[in-house]
Nanobody
Framework: QVQVVESGGGLVQAGGSLRLSCAASGSIFVINAMGWYRQAPGKQRELVARITSVGSTNYVDAVKGRFTISRDNAKNTVYLQMTSLKPEDTAVYYC??????????????RGQGTQVTVSS
């Protein structure tokens, strides 16, 4: 069993910053990739940023230059530093972890989400 727990959401004014954290725990052998998705009301969920175990990253165009994803492999933790936030960044942000369990089964788990609200 693998658990994924996000933290760090909240309310911030446009132009402000927030840092999201996500920790994966449980019967983990290795985490290959972790990422952040978001879903705004009435919209489809989209991948915001993703980082592999070797540090390769990719971002959705809307956040390039404003958001930075990083990870601490030793802690199975991923961070999303969000700067220059805009009202359109308002969404529930979900963390996702993909890897192998201690029994070498593939896993792909998502957390419960954390709300980010950017006021204008």
């Amino acid at each position: 069993q693998v658990q994924v727990v996000e933290s760090g959401g909240g309310l911030v004014q446009a132009g402000g910053s927030l840092r999201l954290s996500c920790a994966a725990s449980g019967s983990i052998f290795v985490i290959n990739a972790m990422g952040w998705y978001r879903q705004a009301p009435g919209k489809q969920r989209e991948l915001v940023a993703r980082i592999t175990s070797v540090g390769s990253t990719n971002y959705v165009d809307a956040v390039k230059g404003r958001f930075t994803i990083s990870r601490d492999n030793a802690k199975n933790t991923v961070y999303l530093q969000m700067t220059s936030l805009k009202p359109e960044d308002t969404a529930v942000y979900y963390c996702n972890a993909q890897g192998l369990t201690s029994l070498h089964y593939n896993f792909d788990y998502r957390g419960q989400g954390t709300q980010v609200t950017v006021s204008s």
